[in-house]
């Protein structure tokens, strides 16, 4: 049987999820990891836009390289507007610099999916740790 507080437990852990996922270290900014989000910030959303500078917005192709946009998405739901913006535009992004924003996009968004992790299991353990006291 599960009690109230352990389905509490389990909201409030998809809470730090989603909200890791939205903003990157936001799901740290809510277990009061100050500096650990605003060091997660920063360094993803600089990466993401160095990708997006060197390949362009249309690195970020939901339709044509669906493995990429997979890891790409991870950065936030923002970025499927990025990927709208793209497929309307239509601007196209051949060699190097294509495949690097690409690179540094995805990379940004597998980086945000094991600080998402690290969050969720950070606010796990401070949960498991005020019960046990």
Request: with cysteine; proline share 3%.
């Amino acid at each position: 049987m599960t009690s109230p507080s352990d389905n509490k437990n389990v909201i409030f852990l998809i809470i730090v999820g989603l909200l890791g996922w939205a903003v990157p270290g936001a799901g740290h900014f809510a277990i009061n990891k100050r500096k650990h989000a605003f060091i997660i910030f920063f360094s993803i959303v600089i990466t993401f836009i160095i990708g997006l500078y060197i390949g362009s917005v249309s690195v970020i192709d939901s339709a044509g390289s669906r493995f990429w946009y997979a890891a790409q998405i991870m950065n936030s739901p923002a970025v499927a507007l990025l990927g709208h913006i793209s497929s309307v535009s239509k601007h196209d992004v051949y060699a190097r610099p294509g495949e690097i924003g690409q690179i540094y996009t995805s990379i940004t968004g597998l980086l945000n999916l094991l600080c998402i992790v690290n969050a969720v299991y950070w606010a796990h353990l401070m949960k498991t740790e005020r019960a046990g006291e």
